[in-house]
Nanobody, 121 residues
């Protein structure tokens, strides 16, 4: 089992920045990749970014590429999502998850509880 705990969400004005953190514990040696996903009210959960745990490869959704950066600190078993130039449409609950690097949402086995990000105009 892998346990994931997110932190760092909050309220920010459009154009501002936030950094989310996701601390992993448990069987972290089994993690292939970590991903960030988000779900806005009335919308389906969508992929945001992923990072390969060992090779430091990353991939992003088109909507956040160039504005968001995913990184990890293996010593701390923590993954970060630096979010810059935030837009109102980035408002959502953000979840981190552990699963296969190029997997779909359904392929991710472990999920955090989510952290709210609200961007005001």
């Amino acid at each position: 089992q892998v346990q994931l705990v997110e932190s760092g969400g909050g309220l920010v004005q459009a154009g501002g920045s936030l950094r989310l953190s996701c601390a992993a514990s448990g069987r972290t040696f089994s993690i292939d990749a970590m991903g960030w996903f988000r779900q806005a009210p009335g919308e389906e959960r969508e992929f945001v970014a992923a990072i390969n745990w060992s090779a430091v490869s990353t991939r992003y959704a088109v909507s956040v590429k160039g504005r968001f950066t995913i990184s990890r600190d293996n010593d701390k078993n923590t993954v970060y999502l630096q979010m810059n130039s935030l837009r109102v449409e980035d408002t959502a609950v953000y979840y981190c998850a552990a699963g296969p690097y190029r997997g779909t949402i359904a392929d991710y086995d472990y999920w955090g509880q989510g952290t709210q990000v609200t961007v005001s105009s």
